[in-house]
Each structure stands twice: as C-alpha cells, then as structure tokens.
C-alpha cells in the first residue's frame, strides 16, 4: 500500500471505541507499574530498605524483564492475533500486581515486580499497533495522543488512590486495589473489541513480518525513524525518575505527608500530564498540515528543551509555589512530545514491523528510562549524603537527558527535510 493510499483510508468501524478500552488498558498499565512508588516510604522502613535498593526495586527490577520479553513479544505482535495477546497480558501483569500484596520481603517483591514487567512489556506494542490500522496516517496524531493519556491518568490514579488506601489501610492493599480492575478489563476487551485488519492486508497482500535483526538494522539505519526512537529512550529517563521519586522527594524537601504527597504529585501527573499528552497529538496534526510533515519533529524537539529547563526549576526550587510551577510545567511538556515522537515511527515503518519497533523503544524506554531513570536518582541522592535535601541533586541529574534528546529530535528534523527534497 502507497504513502497516499494509507493516508486517504478511513477510520476503522468501531476504532472509537477500541481506542477508549485500548486507553483504559494502559491506564491500568500505568496504574500497576507506578503504584510503587507511593509505596516507597512504608516499603523502606517495613524491610529496611536504602535508596540504591528502592530505585533498583522502582526502576531495574521492573525494567530488566520488561526489556527482555519484549523483544519475543514484539514479534508476536507482528504475527498473532493482538486482542488475544492482549488480554492475556493483561491478566497475568493484573494478577502479579495483586501478588506483590502478599510479598514477605524484599526478595519476594523484586521477583513479583520481575513478573509484572514481563508481562506489561506487551502493552504499547499490541496497542499502538492496533491503533496504527485503525486510524489512518492523516488521522493518527490525534488518537495517538489520546492513548497516552492513559499513563499520565494511570500515574495520578495511583499516587492518589495508591496514597490514601496506603495510609487507611497499609501499603499491600494498595496493590490488591491496583490489581484487580485489571483482571475484570481483560475479559471486556476479549469479548467486545475485535482485532483490526492489518494496514498492508486491507488489499489482499499478505506480507511476512521480517526477522527481528532485519527490523532493528532498519531502524538504526533510518534517521528518520533512528533519531525519535533515541530521543523516546532518553527522555524517559527523566519523564521516569521523577513520577517514581516525587512523592518522597516532596516529604523529604517539603515536610509533606503521605497523603499530601500522593494528592500533589496525582494532581500533577494526571491533570497537567494529561492536558500535555492531550495536547501533543493535535500539535503535531497542525504543525504537520501548516509547515508539512518533516516539520512533525519539531514539536517533540521544542517540548524536550523546554521539559529541561522547567525540570531544573522543580528540581532546584526550595519555594513551595516554584516548585509546584516546575513541577507542572514539566509534567506538560514532557508528555507533549510522545504523540508525535511515535507518530514518527509508526509512520516510518511498515505496518508488520510496527510491533517490534513499539516493543524496541519500549524496552529501551523501560531499561534505560524506567530502569535506570529511578535508580540515577537513588544513587545520586545517596552519594551526596542522603539527607533531606539531597534528592534534588538526584532530579536534577536525569534532566540532562532530556536535553541529549532535544539534539536527536532536531537530527530527525534534518534529516526529515533532507528526504523531502
């Protein structure tokens, strides 16, 4: 199928709906990853627990396997039915979630953490792809921003929700509330969404998913799609570390309660990340239709440099209202730059390499951003001296990264251009 052919396709019967129960999916995708790091606090001083071991158990403990399994599991995506796959994923990173409730120590938590990052490793690959046949290549900014509203609504769920079950009622019901909704919305999306028809079927052709190798080499040897796949990873580190850290970071600077913490940082993530995942698919739908579509990586470009610079006031500010600022104004524009950034790449590929894309940058994302992105800011904070203050010095360090992916997305722009000509 030609670039035009895509383009001018119709939206899908019933891909409304399979977008709002594809969001929802994720939203409990978030829920289950995140819930976490509410928790951080009663974890800590129930086992005992330094900073090193709180970010390995936040970040690389979850990370590690989500990386791992993706990779198998992208190419599922590529060649099996995506609801069902789905579905079952879904369940079973619901259910791990639950378990982690019953955990009797720290051993018994990183290994129930190790499963849920397995299994959520298939999310963002099954959906967007579906999302990608669904809705056609002039349309799909939109419905792109709209699915990752999901993490930004999951996160708040959880440090709200996670914060007030937690003080009421103890941290592992926190993950018996997180679970189980999960497990119910398994069986609704098996039983009312149908699995869309593949963007290269629509015609009859039925083209073979290419190997894992001969999809990565095409990535890394495709600028266009190259650059935005590294500026995702990078940025990630950051848009992780903080979610994981904010509420300790502001009991520890701010005198915060539990409580508190989990209702300032949910309002944060959810509300004002939120509105900049909600506003970064239209953007790039404007920018792409006024200044054309190598112009697309412009907007994730600006939103990196200015997520650096509005993290560093978060992260340095001791003022109460500039830190809530930072805080705000990172939490939009960094979550403002995702619905073009994988516009990009599902644009770049074909529609049976879309699954092992998604799940590349996804394990990227995860391993370096989720994995790595927390544990930066334990060690940092732990290597200054651990005192109250010294998480500062750990938000700070995983800013940078952001400003390492603005330079990628302005290399995607370029490169963009170039091939236009």
């Known amino acids: 199928m030609t670039t035009t052919e895509a383009a001018e396709r119709p939206v899908a019967k019933g891909a409304w709906y399979a977008l709002a129960v594809l969001t929802l999916v994720y939203v409990f995708n978030a829920v289950d990853r995140s ?3 509410i928790v951080i606090e009663p974890v800590r001083h129930e086992f005992g627990l330094n900073d090193s071991q709180l970010g390995l158990l936040t970040g ?11 990779i198998p599991i992208g190419m599922l995506v590529d060649r099996v039915n995506r609801r069902n796959l789905l579905s079952v994923m879904l369940f079973a990173w619901s259910g791990a979630t639950a378990f982690c409730g019953l955990a009797t120590g720290y051993v018994s938590l990183v290994v129930s953490r190790l499963v849920v990052g397995a299994a959520e490793s298939a999310g963002a690959p099954t959906a967007l792809s579906m999302i990608a046949d669904l809705f056609p290549k002039s349309r799909r900014s939109t419905p792109i921003g709209i699915f990752w509203v999901s993490t930004a609504l999951g996160t708040a769920i959880s440090l709200v929700i996670g914060g007030v079950i937690a003080t009421n009622y103890g941290w592992r019901a ?6 189980v909704p999960g497990i119910l919305l398994a069986f609704l999306l098996f039983f009312t969404v149908k699995e869309p028809v593949r963007e290269v079927d629509v015609k009859g052709a039925q083209l073979k998913a290419p190997s894992y190798f001969s999809t990565l080499a095409y990535i890394f040897r495709t600028p266009t799609v190259r650059h935005p796949f590294l500026g995702i990873a990078l940025n990630s580190i950051a848009m992780s570390g903080v979610p994981v850290w904010a509420a300790s970071f502001l009991i520890r600077t701010q005198d915060f309660s539990l409580a508190q913490a989990g209702l300032f940082a949910g309002i944060g993530v959810g509300v004002f990340g939120g509105i900049g995942s909600l506003i970064g698919g239209p953007l790039g739908d404007i920018v792409t239709r006024r200044f054309g579509l190598p112009a697309l990586a412009s907007v994730p470009m600006v939103m990196s440099a200015a997520s650096f610079f509005s993290g560093l006031v978060f992260a340095l500010s001791g003022n109460l209202i500039m830190v809530a600022i ?32 998604v799940s590349s940058v996804q394990a990227a994302t995860n391993l370096i951003g989720y994995g790595v992105g927390p544990l930066i800011v334990g060690v940092v904070s732990q290597l200054v001296g651990g005192g109250s ?10 800013m940078f990264a952001m400003l390492w992916a603005t330079g990628h997305f302005a290399l995607a722009w370029r490169a963009a251009r170039r091939d236009s000509v």
């Open 389 to 398: 203050n010294s998480l500062q010095f750990g938000m700070m360090a995983v």
């Open 326 to 357: 930072g805080f705000i104004l990172f939490e939009i524009f960094s979550r403002a730059h995702t619905a073009s950034a994988y516009a990009m790449l599902l644009g770049g590929v074909e529609s049976r390499m879309r699954g092992v894309v």
């Open 35 to 37: 819930v976490m790091s």
């Open 60 to 70: 690389l403990a979850f990370g590690l396997t989500y990386a791992i399994a993706g």
């Open 174 to 179: 926190a993950f018996f509330i997180a679970g």
